[in-house]
Protein backbone atom coordinates (compact mmCIF):
# COMPACT_ATOMS: atom_id res chain seq x y z
CA UNK A 1 0.00 0.00 0.00
CA UNK A 2 1.64 3.46 -0.71
CA UNK A 3 1.44 6.18 1.66
CA UNK A 4 -0.95 7.95 -0.25
CA UNK A 5 -4.28 5.61 -0.12
CA UNK A 6 -7.34 6.34 2.36
CA UNK A 7 -6.73 5.16 5.57
CA UNK A 8 -10.34 4.22 5.48
CA UNK A 9 -8.93 0.95 3.39
CA UNK A 10 -6.55 0.22 6.20
CA UNK A 11 -8.90 -2.84 7.05
CA UNK A 12 -10.27 -4.09 3.99
CA UNK A 13 -10.25 -7.31 2.84
CA UNK A 14 -10.56 -7.36 -0.70
CA UNK A 15 -12.55 -10.38 -2.57
CA UNK A 16 -9.78 -13.15 -3.73
CA UNK A 17 -11.29 -14.26 -6.87
CA UNK A 18 -10.68 -18.47 -8.36
CA UNK A 19 -7.53 -18.81 -9.74
CA UNK A 20 -7.23 -18.15 -14.08
CA UNK A 21 -4.68 -19.30 -15.19
CA UNK A 22 -3.93 -17.77 -18.33
CA UNK A 23 -2.63 -21.04 -20.42
CA UNK A 24 -5.10 -23.24 -19.96
CA UNK A 25 -3.56 -26.62 -19.22
CA UNK A 26 -6.18 -27.30 -16.45
CA UNK A 27 -9.35 -29.06 -16.26
CA UNK A 28 -11.24 -25.73 -14.56
CA UNK A 29 -13.36 -26.82 -12.14
CA UNK A 30 -12.63 -24.20 -10.04
CA UNK A 31 -15.24 -20.62 -11.33
CA UNK A 32 -18.50 -22.67 -12.13
CA UNK A 33 -18.07 -21.20 -15.83
CA UNK A 34 -19.97 -23.18 -18.07
CA UNK A 35 -17.59 -25.31 -20.51
CA UNK A 36 -19.97 -24.91 -23.06
CA UNK A 37 -18.82 -22.21 -25.92
CA UNK A 38 -21.35 -19.56 -26.75
CA UNK A 39 -23.75 -20.12 -29.37
CA UNK A 40 -22.45 -19.63 -32.49
CA UNK A 41 -25.42 -16.64 -33.15
CA UNK A 42 -23.28 -14.97 -30.36
CA UNK A 43 -19.78 -14.97 -32.25
CA UNK A 44 -21.51 -13.71 -35.35
CA UNK A 45 -23.42 -11.04 -33.45
CA UNK A 46 -20.06 -9.59 -31.68
CA UNK A 47 -18.03 -9.61 -34.86
CA UNK A 48 -20.79 -7.59 -36.37
CA UNK A 49 -20.94 -5.19 -33.69
CA UNK A 50 -17.21 -4.74 -33.38
CA UNK A 51 -17.27 -2.17 -36.49
CA UNK A 52 -19.44 0.22 -34.58
CA UNK A 53 -16.95 0.02 -31.36
CA UNK A 54 -16.20 3.86 -32.26
CA UNK A 55 -19.27 4.83 -30.87
CA UNK A 56 -20.37 5.07 -26.91
CA UNK A 57 -22.78 2.27 -25.99
CA UNK A 58 -26.95 2.59 -25.29
CA UNK A 59 -26.35 3.84 -21.44
CA UNK A 60 -30.39 2.09 -21.10
CA UNK A 61 -29.54 -0.78 -22.36
CA UNK A 62 -33.30 -0.55 -24.33
CA UNK A 63 -33.09 -3.40 -26.91
CA UNK A 64 -31.36 -6.23 -23.82
CA UNK A 65 -34.15 -5.14 -21.24
CA UNK A 66 -36.93 -5.13 -23.56
CA UNK A 67 -35.64 -8.45 -24.58
CA UNK A 68 -35.23 -9.94 -20.78
CA UNK A 69 -38.64 -7.94 -19.50
CA UNK A 70 -40.10 -9.82 -22.51
CA UNK A 71 -38.95 -13.68 -21.31
CA UNK A 72 -40.06 -12.52 -17.82
CA UNK A 73 -43.20 -11.13 -17.94
CA UNK A 74 -42.31 -8.21 -16.60
CA UNK A 75 -41.93 -4.53 -18.02
CA UNK A 76 -38.49 -2.98 -19.26
CA UNK A 77 -39.01 -0.37 -16.11
CA UNK A 78 -38.70 -3.51 -13.67
CA UNK A 79 -35.26 -4.48 -15.32
CA UNK A 80 -31.22 -3.30 -14.20
CA UNK A 81 -28.50 -4.22 -16.28
CA UNK A 82 -24.54 -4.66 -15.14
CA UNK A 83 -21.90 -5.36 -15.61
CA UNK A 84 -21.94 -8.69 -14.32
CA UNK A 85 -24.00 -9.36 -11.55
CA UNK A 86 -20.75 -8.68 -8.71
CA UNK A 87 -21.49 -4.83 -10.41
CA UNK A 88 -24.78 -5.33 -9.72
CA UNK A 89 -24.59 -6.26 -5.72
CA UNK A 90 -22.29 -3.36 -5.55
CA UNK A 91 -24.71 -0.62 -6.59
CA UNK A 92 -27.41 -2.39 -4.78
CA UNK A 93 -25.06 -2.48 -1.13
CA UNK A 94 -24.30 1.30 -2.11
CA UNK A 95 -28.06 2.16 -2.76
CA UNK A 96 -29.92 0.47 -0.38
CA UNK A 97 -27.54 0.03 2.91
CA UNK A 98 -25.40 2.24 5.63
CA UNK A 99 -24.80 3.09 9.14
CA UNK A 100 -28.50 2.67 9.79
CA UNK A 101 -29.52 0.04 7.42
CA UNK A 102 -27.50 -2.64 8.37
CA UNK A 103 -27.49 -5.70 6.18
CA UNK A 104 -27.67 -10.11 6.83
CA UNK A 105 -26.53 -12.52 5.04
CA UNK A 106 -25.73 -16.31 5.82
CA UNK A 107 -22.33 -17.44 7.49
CA UNK A 108 -21.18 -19.48 4.31
CA UNK A 109 -22.10 -17.66 1.10
CA UNK A 110 -20.60 -15.91 -1.59
CA UNK A 111 -17.22 -14.37 -0.73
CA UNK A 112 -18.11 -10.74 -1.86
CA UNK A 113 -20.87 -9.85 0.64
CA UNK A 114 -19.02 -9.18 3.59
CA UNK A 115 -16.05 -7.04 1.40
CA UNK A 116 -19.03 -5.17 -0.29
CA UNK A 117 -20.20 -4.42 3.00
CA UNK A 118 -16.95 -3.71 4.76
CA UNK A 119 -15.83 -1.36 1.51
CA UNK A 120 -19.40 0.80 2.02
CA UNK A 121 -18.95 0.76 6.23
CA UNK A 122 -21.86 -1.34 6.48
CA UNK A 123 -22.20 -3.10 9.45
CA UNK A 124 -23.28 -6.71 8.76
CA UNK A 125 -24.00 -9.94 10.25
CA UNK A 126 -23.17 -13.24 9.24
CA UNK A 127 -26.45 -15.80 9.74
CA UNK A 128 -25.02 -19.02 11.12
CA UNK A 129 -26.09 -21.84 8.19
CA UNK A 130 -27.61 -24.60 10.32
CA UNK A 131 -26.53 -28.76 10.80
CA UNK A 132 -25.56 -29.98 7.45
CA UNK A 133 -25.18 -26.37 5.72
CA UNK A 134 -28.93 -26.10 5.68
CA UNK A 135 -30.55 -22.59 5.55
CA UNK A 136 -33.26 -21.74 8.01
CA UNK A 137 -35.66 -19.45 6.55
CA UNK A 138 -36.86 -18.77 10.00
CA UNK A 139 -33.66 -17.17 10.89
CA UNK A 140 -34.75 -14.31 8.47
CA UNK A 141 -38.29 -13.84 9.06
CA UNK A 142 -38.70 -10.54 10.19
CA UNK A 143 -34.96 -9.63 11.05
CA UNK A 144 -35.39 -6.38 10.52
CA UNK A 145 -32.27 -6.05 8.56
CA UNK A 146 -31.48 -6.00 4.67
CA UNK A 147 -31.09 -9.14 3.52
CA UNK A 148 -29.01 -11.12 1.09
CA UNK A 149 -29.69 -14.83 0.52
CA UNK A 150 -27.81 -16.59 -2.69
CA UNK A 151 -30.49 -19.19 -3.79
CA UNK A 152 -29.18 -21.55 -4.28
CA UNK A 153 -26.29 -20.86 -2.09
CA UNK A 154 -23.04 -21.05 -2.82
CA UNK A 155 -20.36 -22.64 -2.39
CA UNK A 156 -23.01 -25.30 -0.97
CA UNK A 157 -25.36 -25.82 -3.75
CA UNK A 158 -28.35 -26.35 -0.84
CA UNK A 159 -31.81 -24.22 -2.27
CA UNK A 160 -34.85 -23.12 -0.42
CA UNK A 161 -38.25 -22.67 -1.97
CA UNK A 162 -40.19 -19.76 -3.00
CA UNK A 163 -42.48 -20.01 -0.61
CA UNK A 164 -39.97 -19.68 1.68
CA UNK A 165 -38.43 -16.20 0.10
CA UNK A 166 -41.86 -15.29 0.40
CA UNK A 167 -42.08 -15.83 4.22
CA UNK A 168 -38.42 -13.83 4.24
CA UNK A 169 -39.78 -11.12 2.13
CA UNK A 170 -43.25 -11.03 3.65
CA UNK A 171 -42.34 -10.26 7.39
CA UNK A 172 -39.46 -7.69 6.74
CA UNK A 173 -41.58 -5.12 4.61
CA UNK A 174 -39.79 -2.39 5.70
CA UNK A 175 -36.64 -3.70 4.16
CA UNK A 176 -34.67 -4.79 1.63
CA UNK A 177 -34.39 -8.88 0.92
CA UNK A 178 -31.68 -9.22 -2.49
CA UNK A 179 -31.95 -12.64 -3.41
CA UNK A 180 -28.99 -14.16 -6.10
CA UNK A 181 -30.19 -16.10 -8.44
CA UNK A 182 -26.47 -17.11 -10.01
CA UNK A 183 -27.41 -20.58 -10.43
CA UNK A 184 -31.01 -20.72 -10.82
CA UNK A 185 -31.18 -22.22 -14.33
CA UNK A 186 -29.74 -25.86 -12.81
CA UNK A 187 -32.99 -26.75 -11.40
CA UNK A 188 -34.10 -24.62 -8.56
CA UNK A 189 -36.99 -22.29 -8.56
CA UNK A 190 -36.81 -19.25 -8.70
CA UNK A 191 -38.76 -15.92 -7.13
CA UNK A 192 -39.85 -14.08 -9.79
CA UNK A 193 -43.44 -14.01 -9.30
CA UNK A 194 -42.57 -12.61 -6.03
CA UNK A 195 -42.30 -9.74 -7.13
CA UNK A 196 -45.67 -9.15 -8.66
CA UNK A 197 -46.45 -8.83 -4.97
CA UNK A 198 -43.64 -7.14 -2.96
CA UNK A 199 -42.17 -4.22 -3.25
CA UNK A 200 -39.14 -5.18 -1.25
CA UNK A 201 -37.86 -8.02 -3.12
CA UNK A 202 -34.50 -7.47 -5.28
CA UNK A 203 -33.88 -10.70 -7.78
CA UNK A 204 -30.02 -10.35 -9.47
CA UNK A 205 -29.64 -12.70 -12.34
CA UNK A 206 -25.91 -13.28 -14.60
CA UNK A 207 -25.06 -14.46 -17.80
CA UNK A 208 -22.23 -16.04 -16.27
CA UNK A 209 -23.02 -19.70 -15.71
CA UNK A 210 -26.08 -21.09 -17.64
CA UNK A 211 -25.44 -18.48 -20.05
CA UNK A 212 -22.26 -19.42 -21.12
CA UNK A 213 -21.02 -15.48 -20.92
CA UNK A 214 -18.59 -15.06 -18.06
CA UNK A 215 -16.22 -13.20 -20.09
CA UNK A 216 -18.86 -10.90 -21.21
CA UNK A 217 -20.03 -9.74 -18.29
CA UNK A 218 -23.19 -9.19 -17.57
CA UNK A 219 -25.57 -9.57 -14.66
CA UNK A 220 -29.39 -8.21 -14.37
CA UNK A 221 -31.82 -7.46 -11.67
CA UNK A 222 -35.69 -7.73 -11.71
CA UNK A 223 -37.70 -5.61 -9.31
CA UNK A 224 -40.31 -2.97 -8.49
CA UNK A 225 -39.72 -0.37 -10.71
CA UNK A 226 -38.38 2.15 -7.55
CA UNK A 227 -36.08 0.11 -6.50
CA UNK A 228 -34.60 0.09 -10.52
CA UNK A 229 -34.98 3.88 -10.05
CA UNK A 230 -32.62 3.79 -7.45
CA UNK A 231 -30.32 1.31 -8.78
CA UNK A 232 -30.17 4.03 -12.02
CA UNK A 233 -29.16 6.52 -9.80
CA UNK A 234 -26.10 5.26 -8.22
CA UNK A 235 -25.70 3.87 -11.66
CA UNK A 236 -25.60 6.98 -13.61
CA UNK A 237 -23.68 8.62 -10.76
CA UNK A 238 -20.40 5.68 -11.35
CA UNK A 239 -20.46 4.60 -14.90
CA UNK A 240 -23.23 5.06 -17.06
CA UNK A 241 -21.96 2.97 -19.93
CA UNK A 242 -21.46 -0.10 -17.53
CA UNK A 243 -22.73 -2.70 -20.50
CA UNK A 244 -19.96 -2.53 -23.56
CA UNK A 245 -21.52 -2.89 -26.73
CA UNK A 246 -20.23 -6.63 -27.80
CA UNK A 247 -21.86 -7.17 -24.31
CA UNK A 248 -25.00 -6.44 -25.43
CA UNK A 249 -24.54 -7.83 -28.56
CA UNK A 250 -23.67 -10.94 -27.24
CA UNK A 251 -26.36 -11.33 -25.19
CA UNK A 252 -28.88 -10.31 -27.15
CA UNK A 253 -28.12 -13.38 -29.26
CA UNK A 254 -28.05 -15.57 -26.48
CA UNK A 255 -31.16 -14.94 -25.73
CA UNK A 256 -32.19 -15.94 -28.79
CA UNK A 257 -30.61 -19.34 -28.89
CA UNK A 258 -32.00 -20.23 -25.61
CA UNK A 259 -33.00 -24.03 -26.42
CA UNK A 260 -29.00 -24.66 -26.72
CA UNK A 261 -28.34 -23.35 -23.64
CA UNK A 262 -31.18 -25.30 -21.96
CA UNK A 263 -29.81 -28.68 -23.63
CA UNK A 264 -26.20 -27.71 -21.69
CA UNK A 265 -28.05 -27.28 -18.58
CA UNK A 266 -29.83 -30.80 -18.96
CA UNK A 267 -26.22 -32.18 -19.74
CA UNK A 268 -24.59 -30.37 -16.60
CA UNK A 269 -27.01 -31.84 -14.61
CA UNK A 270 -26.72 -35.27 -16.10
CA UNK A 271 -22.95 -34.95 -15.54
CA UNK A 272 -23.97 -33.69 -11.83
CA UNK A 273 -25.88 -36.84 -11.04
CA UNK A 274 -23.10 -38.75 -12.71
CA UNK A 275 -20.62 -37.20 -10.36
CA UNK A 276 -22.37 -37.37 -7.21
CA UNK A 277 -22.96 -41.32 -7.87
CA UNK A 278 -19.09 -41.98 -8.80
CA UNK A 279 -18.09 -39.91 -6.22
CA UNK A 280 -20.45 -41.83 -3.28
CA UNK A 281 -18.39 -44.78 -4.47
CA UNK A 282 -15.41 -43.53 -3.17
CA UNK A 283 -16.79 -42.97 0.19
CA UNK A 284 -17.31 -38.76 -0.49
CA UNK A 285 -19.86 -36.74 1.70
CA UNK A 286 -21.60 -34.93 -1.49
CA UNK A 287 -24.33 -32.18 -0.60
CA UNK A 288 -27.60 -32.27 -2.80
CA UNK A 289 -27.22 -29.63 -5.76
CA UNK A 290 -29.06 -27.67 -7.88
CA UNK A 291 -26.56 -25.80 -9.15
CA UNK A 292 -23.63 -26.26 -11.17
CA UNK A 293 -20.86 -27.23 -8.94
CA UNK A 294 -20.54 -29.73 -6.17
CA UNK A 295 -19.48 -29.12 -2.37
CA UNK A 296 -18.06 -32.44 -1.27
CA UNK A 297 -16.04 -33.58 1.45
CA UNK A 298 -13.41 -36.82 0.83
CA UNK A 299 -13.43 -39.27 3.34
CA UNK A 300 -9.54 -39.47 3.33
CA UNK A 301 -7.50 -36.39 2.68
CA UNK A 302 -8.68 -32.53 3.92
CA UNK A 303 -10.34 -29.97 1.58
CA UNK A 304 -6.84 -28.53 1.89
CA UNK A 305 -4.79 -31.46 0.51
CA UNK A 306 -7.05 -32.42 -1.86
CA UNK A 307 -7.08 -29.26 -4.09
CA UNK A 308 -3.29 -29.23 -3.59
CA UNK A 309 -3.04 -32.74 -5.57
CA UNK A 310 -5.43 -32.38 -7.89
CA UNK A 311 -3.91 -29.03 -8.63
CA UNK A 312 -0.72 -30.72 -9.25
CA UNK A 313 -2.37 -33.37 -11.45
CA UNK A 314 -3.69 -30.86 -13.78
CA UNK A 315 -7.53 -30.55 -12.22
CA UNK A 316 -8.53 -26.99 -10.77
CA UNK A 317 -11.25 -27.03 -8.02
CA UNK A 318 -11.70 -24.23 -5.49
CA UNK A 319 -11.20 -24.54 -1.61
CA UNK A 320 -11.31 -21.78 1.13
CA UNK A 321 -9.21 -21.96 4.32
CA UNK A 322 -12.17 -21.08 6.19
CA UNK A 323 -12.82 -23.32 9.25
CA UNK A 324 -16.51 -24.18 8.66
CA UNK A 325 -15.58 -25.08 5.71
CA UNK A 326 -12.16 -26.85 5.27
CA UNK A 327 -12.75 -30.02 4.54
CA UNK A 328 -14.74 -29.71 1.72
CA UNK A 329 -14.46 -28.82 -1.48
CA UNK A 330 -16.35 -27.03 -4.65
CA UNK A 331 -16.41 -28.59 -8.01
CA UNK A 332 -17.39 -27.00 -10.79
CA UNK A 333 -19.49 -29.69 -13.18
CA UNK A 334 -17.98 -29.86 -16.60
CA UNK A 335 -18.25 -31.64 -19.82
CA UNK A 336 -18.81 -35.81 -19.06
CA UNK A 337 -14.84 -36.25 -20.23
CA UNK A 338 -13.92 -33.32 -17.76
CA UNK A 339 -15.92 -35.30 -15.02
CA UNK A 340 -14.26 -38.25 -16.06
CA UNK A 341 -10.63 -36.94 -15.87
CA UNK A 342 -11.65 -35.37 -12.15
CA UNK A 343 -12.50 -38.81 -10.70
CA UNK A 344 -9.34 -40.38 -12.18
CA UNK A 345 -7.68 -38.13 -10.27
CA UNK A 346 -9.93 -38.34 -7.26
CA UNK A 347 -9.36 -42.24 -7.23
CA UNK A 348 -5.40 -41.44 -7.80
CA UNK A 349 -5.35 -39.41 -4.52
CA UNK A 350 -7.54 -41.84 -2.41
CA UNK A 351 -5.29 -44.83 -3.63
CA UNK A 352 -2.28 -43.01 -2.57
CA UNK A 353 -3.88 -42.09 1.19
CA UNK A 354 -5.04 -45.25 1.57
C1 LIG B 1 -20.77 -16.16 -9.96
C2 LIG B 1 -21.59 -15.48 -8.94
C3 LIG B 1 -21.90 -14.13 -9.03
C4 LIG B 1 -21.19 -13.21 -9.97
O1 LIG B 1 -21.51 -13.32 -11.24
P1 LIG B 1 -20.98 -12.28 -12.33
O2 LIG B 1 -22.21 -11.96 -13.05
O3 LIG B 1 -19.97 -13.06 -13.11
O4 LIG B 1 -20.37 -11.09 -11.64
C5 LIG B 1 -22.78 -13.57 -8.13
N1 LIG B 1 -23.30 -14.31 -7.13
C6 LIG B 1 -22.99 -15.60 -6.98
C7 LIG B 1 -23.60 -16.36 -5.85
C8 LIG B 1 -22.12 -16.22 -7.87
O5 LIG B 1 -21.75 -17.48 -7.68
Redesign the pocket.
Known amino acids: MSRYMSSRFDSLEAYVPGEQPQDMQYVKLNT ?1 ESPFPPASAVLDAVREEAGRLNLYPDPEGNALRDKLAFMYGVRPENVFLAN ?6 FFAFMAFCDQSRPVAFPNI ?2 G ?1 YPVYAQLLGVPYTEVPLREGFVLDPADYCGLGKNIVI ?1 NPN ?1 PTGRAISAADIEEIVRTNPDHLVLI ?1 E ?2 IDFGGENCLPLMKTYDNLLV ?1 Q ?4 FRSL ?1 GG ?3 FALASEALIQDLDKIKYSVNSYNISRLTAAAALATLDSNSYYLENSQKIQANRAYTIAELDKLGFETLPSVTNFLFTRCPAVDGGTLYRKLKARGVLVRHWDKAEISDWCRVTIGTREQMDVFLEKVRDIIKGAG
Open positions: NGSDELLSYFAADAYCTFSKARLG
